[in-house]
């Protein structure tokens, strides 16, 4: 099972490192953008007989206007000046590289996250049974150590009395602490008196 958890963590790790690897190296266009990362976006409303429309056009930032992203022109000659006055058109810039760095750190955090929850699911209480079978086996062996029958009676007589009185004291100070409570509440709510 530890070995299959390993094999998940090593994994992951090559996965995250492919990505930003490939993240890194991807080609960037020098002094221009990415085909996809500008647009001209022009939003027309009705006009007489037609519905409105969004038109969206991949060209530079001085062509973004009615004229350049409309194409095929819907209104007849005499109406297009008309049509393009009620048409808004904007610029718009997007980083694809940006976006592509959060998602990949987005889903290397999630893929941390996801092999924690293996661990804590599968590797700890395995880990856990392990030890605390390694810890009954080291405690069986002290208390096997004399191989007379009654040799270290007393001892753990004592132990088991000593822990006892341990637990008589926890519980009479966590009544005394009950106690202050209740007076401490009665003090403020019924008497309006803070103690000190």
Known sequence: MAAWVGECVRAAWGLSLYLLLFLFTAPVAQGEKDYHDVRCKCIC???KDHAGFIYNKNISQKDCDCLHVIYPMPVPGADVEAYCLRCECKYEERSSFTIQFTIIVYLSILGLLLLYMVYLTLVEPMLK???????????SDDDVGDHQPFANAHSVLSQSQSRANMLNKVESAQQRWKLQVQEQRKSVFDRHVVLS
């Open 45 to 47: 409303p009705p006009y």
């Open 129 to 139: 049974r392990r030890l605390f079978a390694h810890s009954q086996l080291i405690q």
